[in-house]
DNA sequence: ATTAGCACTCTCTACAGATGAGTGCTAACA
DNA sequence: TGTTAGCACTCATCTGTAGAGAGTGCTAAT
């Protein structure tokens, strides 16, 4: 267990570090006024926490730094929220200003006002579309063996696919199969699209319309939803003017796993609920030894919810960021909520 | 005017510094068996190549690197198209295997290959969506006061828009708007959309149906299709693989400007047909000193045509970018509008 | 238990000298 | 007269050394 002078001390060091990205000397520390110990009684603290592994010497006779023990000691116990400034708040609150419809656009906003209020990198997934429901379902031809398929959901979507028409069907039969599907799958989740798909040939089927079944198949090939995340970025070059990242080789790495995000896709589901920090090697599978992801979750309604992240280097700064995630993610869910109910109305 | 000596004296320093990014001595260039003369004979040469600017030195006593001048000389008057291996050929045709009907698709492979086979950065314009034509109009009300406009054009492609009705229509309005409309627009360019909007209005003025005009006025505001480059990129950090840009200041420059090329609309228009190559400070209202810009044009039928970058080093590779440009926007030509054709038959 | 003092370690910077690649110029050569 | 060999010179780069500065660990005094 660590004393309460140790708890001071390790705190003031991460905090200072975080602050100057430069190994804290016991001198240095001991001239901070929360600080009232002299500098050898701080290196005695010092190496004990040293030899406790929350610290660490970057050289034999260099100040410390802190390790990821320490790190992870810091966030889950010395970490106090930052006040956010009004001024700041009000920034984050300006997205939702305009009275946007399109979460899309909202998304993609929060993203930049995220990354430039912390001077990171924000990554944050888009709804999942899959989770919307079916309002219309319409096809427009465009050759003799080819349409487009489009899906509106009630959030105001637009999904759309071309496909082929196997044979030469006439303009009815193609409307036939319209008021069909339109009676059978409005309301449907687009998750469900599918296997309600497969209903409908049932139903086709059990009509003696048979001779849509081609058609369907082929429609129903084409309008696989994959749960495609998509990922909106703010900030990507936010990252390079953080001092760890002087070395190119380091940079290209963190920017080539970025353009790779989504073939990651356990990275935002796995975590739970609420406010989550994963911290250099833990997310080593990833390779980015160097950097620290926060992420937090928030929630649209009772069935929705979505991700927003923070990416920075180990040394980022745990107060502010978490308290930043913080108030967005609660502005989030308020205000997607309020637009998806708004639709539901 | 040059002498033979010194255009193949020019054009294999070139050559070897494209190659080795070093600057090259006298010496090191009597080595090669394309040049059979001594040291001194070359350092005289490179000492008028000097004089007259195509060449420079980075101190008093180093090799010579080409300057900008010696770079545009070279590109304009000793650039021998480099072949382009089977193989290479094989892997740009491999784009078209799957006979996608997609563009954007297409595109978005184009360019992930031909940043794999240049190693710097490769740029495309989407096509232009408002040279294409609407195929069908329609509304799909949301709720009481919003609604999402689609149009799908005669390519297959889809734009929708949310939109506020402005007062309570009834479905049977909207239908019947969409039906004038309909008749109306149908074979419109979407850059003529706007003008053509205003010519329903006055033809619904005529009909006496003023009651729409609302309606119409706020879907006319929704409707604003952007002159919007899409911009897809392939290979965003191959240029950080470039030994140019191993100093992070530079690099971040050059990060930033590509995230913001759509803000820089002229880039492409402004070029001519067929190839065209941009040295160094000749691209130097974009921030871009160190880099070189060769972009492409290609047809598709009579009406539309695309633009294809690729951005590197002013040290990059001419002869091969230039021949694989070439080899992928004939390419390009020929199957997007083999692809357009059949959509119009 | 805390702190002052001291010897020690390690990094960083500056400076000097050696090395080597390259140049310009001049004189000899074909 | 064009080409080349030779030579003195320049400059970047590397190496080694010395000193400053920041920090540490340990010990003894408070």
């Given at each position: 267990?660590?004393?309460?002078?140790?708890?001071?001390?390790?705190?003031?060091?991460?905090?200072?570090?975080?602050?100057?990205?430069?190994?804290?000397?016991?001198?240095?520390?001991?001239?901070?006024?929360?600080?009232?110990?002299?500098?050898?009684?701080?290196?005695?603290?010092?190496?004990?926490?040293?030899?406790?592994?929350?610290?660490?010497?970057?050289?034999?006779?260099?100040?410390?730094?802190?390790?990821?023990?320490?790190?992870?000691?810091?966030?889950?116990?010395?970490?106090?929220?930052?006040?956010?400034?009004?001024?700041?708040?009000?920034?984050?609150?300006?997205?939702?200003?305009?009275?946007?419809?399109?979460?899309?656009?909202?998304?993609?906003?929060?993203?930049?006002?995220?990354?430039?209020?912390?001077?990171?990198?924000?990554?944050?997934?888009?709804?999942?579309?899959?989770?919307?429901?079916?309002?219309?379902?319409?096809?427009?031809?465009?050759?003799?063996?080819?349409?487009?398929a489009i899906i509106v959901t009630d959030s105001g979507h637009v999904e759309n696919r071309v496909f082929t028409i196997p044979e030469a069907f006439t303009a009815s039969d193609i409307e036939k199969m319209v008021n069909i599907i339109n009676e059978h799958l409005v309301g449907v989740y687009l998750h469900e699209l599918q296997m309600k798909l497969e209903a409908?040939?049932?139903?086709?089927?059990?009509?003696?319309?048979?001779?849509?079944?081609?058609?369907?198949?082929?429609?129903?090939?084409?309008?696989?939803?994959?749960?495609?995340?998509?990922?909106?970025?703010?900030?990507?070059?936010?990252?390079?003017?953080?001092?760890?990242?002087?070395?190119?080789?380091?940079?290209?790495?963190?920017?080539?796993?970025?353009?790779?995000?989504?073939?990651?896709?356990?990275?935002?589901?796995?975590?739970?609920?609420?406010?989550?920090?994963?911290?250099?090697?833990?997310?080593?599978?990833?390779?980015?030894?160097?950097?620290?992801?926060?992420?937090?979750?928030?929630?649209?309604?009772?069935?929705?919810?979505?991700?927003?992240?923070?990416?920075?280097?180990?040394?980022?700064?745990?107060?502010?960021?978490v308290s930043l995630l913080d108030v967005m993610s609660g502005d989030l869910s308020r205000e997607l909520s309020r637009i998806l109910r708004s639709q539901h109305e």
């Open positions: 267990m660590l004393t309460n002078r140790q708890l001071l001390i390790l705190q003031v060091t991460v905090d200072d570090f975080i602050d100057t990205a430069q190994p804290v000397g016991s001198r240095q520390l001991s001239k901070k006024e929360e600080v009232p110990f002299s500098p050898a009684t701080i290196r005695n603290e010092m190496a004990d926490l040293e030899d406790m592994g929350y610290l660490e010497k970057t050289h034999t006779s260099s100040g410390r730094v802190p390790s990821e023990k320490g790190y992870r000691y810091y966030v889950d116990n010395l970490l106090t929220p930052q006040m956010i400034s009004k001024e700041e708040i009000k920034q984050i609150r300006s997205v939702f200003e305009e009275r946007k419809v399109e979460t899309e656009q909202i998304i993609r906003k929060s993203a930049n006002i995220l990354s430039e209020l912390t001077s990171y990198t924000s990554i944050m997934l888009g709804l999942d579309v899959r989770k919307h429901r079916v309002k219309r379902f319409s096809i427009v031809p465009l050759t003799d063996d080819s349409a487009v409908v040939t049932q139903f086709v089927l059990r009509q003696n319309n048979g001779r849509l079944n081609d058609l369907i198949a082929s429609l129903n090939q084409a309008l696989v939803i994959e749960h495609e995340d998509k990922v909106y970025y703010g900030g990507k070059m936010q990252l390079l003017s953080q001092p760890e990242f002087n070395d190119v080789e380091k940079a290209k790495n963190i920017m080539y796993w970025m353009e790779h995000v989504n073939e990651f896709p356990g990275l935002f589901h796995l975590n739970k609920k609420g406010i989550n920090i994963s911290i250099g090697s833990e997310n080593n599978q990833f390779g980015m030894n160097n950097c620290s992801i926060i992420t937090a979750s928030y929630d649209i309604g009772k069935e929705q919810s979505g991700s927003i992240a923070i990416i920075g280097p180990t040394r980022m700064d745990y107060k502010r960021v």
